[in-house]
């Protein structure tokens, strides 16, 4: 098989990865972000330490207060006093924004890099495989899983200066001035960080539970948003507000019951933190008179209590830091499973032509009875083949089969290789798939077709006859569809996905009733379209309407399970529905074209 060229996308996500980069490693996004990293440290250090600067000035503005009181310092000496402060203060203050943008510039960073492997790894996604995933879970994880991720990386980065480095300053300056005292107020910091763990079960099991419902509240606000026309019409929409009504209490109870175990302990930290003070008053008031385990004047005493204050604060931070850090693990192992950059890009690779040989062909979805066995044929590049029977026959599975979302029995080979057995990059460059819905994007007509390609797009808005249509519309190329196509009629959205499935022409094209929103007379000019620009590749045509099938070079009849291949003359011989069916439509053509 023959793979021709790297399409711009992978060299983009390649290069926004980077070599040794481990999109499913924390630590990679750390490592990559280390320039940034470098400022935040230094501008963290210089802010953590320089507080530590605070403290000390208090102690010596109070003792030169005393002294100037008692007629042996001078207000001058207050004045320096005051100046040397304001100018840490300063300096503390100009580190602190330094070190807070990059904070925030690190967390943008990551936070763009996160979204850009989640997307791509979502958009390699089998449509099976979203489906069974859930809208409002994939949307939730895409955007709110990876935004609180990223919140904790951020709190996690500040807090290892604001909090790391400043408690160990603060705690060394304590233990410069009484180290047993020090040690004694010390008892009670870790104590709230052990509060803080236990919590953490409790706070990543409600965490979790409130993602659930946030996924479960997207989906019923997409599912509104898409069929409200259709509750409206038949009188459902109470019913549907009703439903989405609970579906909003439930995800406020989870969000409450999440957000007060996140926010309810942080009082409780504090005031743990806090309880030293007690003993700084007791043995530091000892000090002071003389009588403790060192002797301290009434400065050192302030500069030990401002310490402390500051230091217990701090460490309430910390325990709130680690329930940050629960609630962003509970996201990262709900998207963990997506981090991962893949090379399979769809655009990627192009394929030449080849035979196709499918022998023995069988299907059955997951747990249901088998749609269709035994189904034999092979086709060469430039072979258009019919496919039609009932509905409910397993047309659209058939077509689907060869995608391979679910396993197959037999073999369906391209170019002598098993489809199922290829890497999906190989698959993807061979098939083309053009399902029941159009899947158009909010975006111009012409950027629906290209999607990125380089050719121009006209001749195949002709190739679909939909170029008729766009003299009338102002912007032509430009117009905008809207979500999904909304402001397209079905046939011109057909058209459309139509046409962006012959830009990206591969050598086995599979269209599931592309021309059932079509007048005839357009369906036989895009037909006769479709037959030219298909050349060289192989077309399975799934379609309830018969009349083009004697144009086609083989036919498979599905019905109740058992499959017929054939020309379409040998088809009119052989299977009396089928010759029924033709007939019928046939009349009405004539009916439509008199
Ligand atoms: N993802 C799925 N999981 C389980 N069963 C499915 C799935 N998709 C389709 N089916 C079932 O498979 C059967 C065949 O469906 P399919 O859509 O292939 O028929 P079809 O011939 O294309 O129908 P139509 O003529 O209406 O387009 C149906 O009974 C359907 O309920």
Request: hydrophobic share 40%.
């Amino acid at each position: 098989m023959r793979e021709t060229m790297e399409s711009d996308e992978v060299r983009k996500q390649m290069e926004n990865t980077g070599k040794g980069f481990r999109p499913d490693r924390i630590l990679s996004y750390f490592r990559k972000e280390w320039k940034v990293l470098i400022v935040i440290t230094v501008s963290g250090l210089i802010y953590n330490l320089g507080l530590l600067a605070g403290p000390w000035f208090e102690g010596r503005m109070t003792g030169c207060l005393i002294r100037i009181l008692q007629g042996i310092s001078r207000a001058s000496q207050m004045l320096t006093l005051v100046c040397a402060y304001v100018a840490s203060i300063a300096v503390v203050q100009s580190s602190r924004y330094v070190k807070r943008f990059y904070v925030r510039r690190f967390a943008n960073n990551v936070n763009r890099r996160m979204k850009q492997i989640i997307y791509g790894s979502l958009v390699r996604k089998s449509r099976t495989e979203l489906q069974e995933e859930g809208a409002g879970t994939v949307m939730t994880k895409a955007i709110l899983d990876v935004d609180d991720c990223v919140e904790g990386m951020r709190k996690f980065t500040t807090e290892v200066f604001d909090t790391g480095v400043a408690l160990m300053a603060y705690a060394g300056m304590l233990l410069f001035y009484d180290w047993r005292l020090a040690l004694l107020a010390l008892i009670f910091p870790p104590v709230s960080y052990c509060i803080a763990e236990k919590m953490k079960r409790l706070i990543q099991k409600t965490g979790a539970a409130c993602k659930e419902q946030s996924g479960i509240l997207s989906a019923a606000t997409l599912d509104r948003g898409i069929n409200a026309l259709t509750y409206r019409v038949f009188g459902c929409e109470e019913e549907r507000r009703q439903a989405y009504e609970e579906n909003l209490s439930a995800y406020e109870k989870a969000a409450v019951k999440a957000n007060v175990w996140n926010t309810v302990m942080q009082p409780l930290y504090r005031v743990i933190s806090m309880t030293g003070v007690l003993f700084i008053f007791y043995f530091g008031g000892k000090n002071v008179l003389g009588e403790g385990w060192s002797t301290w004047s009434v400065a050192t005493f302030a500069t030990f209590l401002s310490c402390f204050t500051k230091l217990s604060v701090k460490s309430s931070s910390a325990a709130k830091l680690f329930n940050a850090v629960h609630k962003a693990q509970v996201s990262w192992k709900r998207i963990k499973p997506f981090m991962k950059v893949s090379g399979d890009s769809h655009m990627n690779t192009k394929m030449l032509p080849g035979t196709l040989q499918v022998t023995d062909l069988g299907f059955a979805y997951p747990g249901g009875k088998k749609l269709f066995e035994h189904l034999n044929f092979s086709a060469e590049p430039g072979q258009i083949i019919g496919i039609t029977g009932p509905v409910a026959c397993g047309k659209s599975t058939l077509g689907k089969s060869f995608l391979c979302e679910y396993p197959y029995e037999g073999s369906i080979q391209f170019d002598g290789q098993e489809l199922q057995k290829m890497d999906e990059k190989k698959r993807a460059g061979i098939i083309g798939y053009l399902g029941h819905d159009p899947e158009l994007f909010n975006d111009t007509i012409e950027n629906n077709i290209r999607l990125g390609g380089g050719r121009e797009a006209e001749p195949y808005l002709k190739a679909v006859c939909l170029d008729q249509d766009l003299t009338s519309v102002e912007d032509g190329l430009q117009t905008l569809v809207g979500n999904g196509g909304v402001r397209l009629s079905g046939g011109q959205a057909q058209r459309l996905a139509l046409a962006r499935t012959l830009y990206h022409k591969k050598p086995l094209l599979i269209l599931d009733d592309p021309f059932s929103a079509l007048d005839r007379t357009t369906e036989r000019e895009a037909f006769a379209h479709l037959q030219e620009m298909a050349k060289g590749s192989i077309v399975l045509l799934i379609s309830h309407r018969l009349y083009l099938f004697p144009q086609m070079d083989q036919i498979i009849w599905m019905e109740t399970g058992e499959t017929v291949v054939g020309t379409h003359e040998e088809l009119l011989k052989q299977v009396p529905e089928y010759a029924q069916l033709f007939a019928a439509q046939e009349g009405g053509a004539g009916h439509e074209e008199d």
